[in-house]
């Protein structure tokens, strides 16, 4: 493995820990599924963010939840419930 590989991976992994370590707020979010072209869907889905203040980790969260979303479906309503690390 080449050094410049190997230096890029610890960059990354060192931004990842301070990313992670920096986040002081993390939401639990919920939203409801509109059925569009689907015949069936779940009722909710559910998401998880973490963010550096409580809107930054809501929107994570909510982002999160609507990726979750069937195809033939979409999220609506979101709810963020969030606490402090």
Request: aromatic share 0%; proline share 7%.
């Given at each position: 493995m080449k050094l410049s590989s190997?230096?890029?991976?610890v960059s990354l992994v060192a931004l990842l820990t301070i990313s992670a370590s920096a986040a002081k707020w993390e939401c639990k979010s919920s939203c409801n599924?509109?059925?569009i072209s689907a015949k069936s869907g779940p009722d909710r889905v559910t998401g998880i963010g973490t963010g550096k203040n409580e809107?930054?980790?809501?929107?994570?969260?909510?982002r999160d939840a609507t990726q979750k979303a069937p195809r033939g479906t979409y999220a609506r309503h979101c709810q963020c419930k969030c606490k402090k690390k």
């Open positions: 190997v230096l890029s991976i599924i509109q059925l809107p930054e980790a809501c929107k994570n969260a909510k």
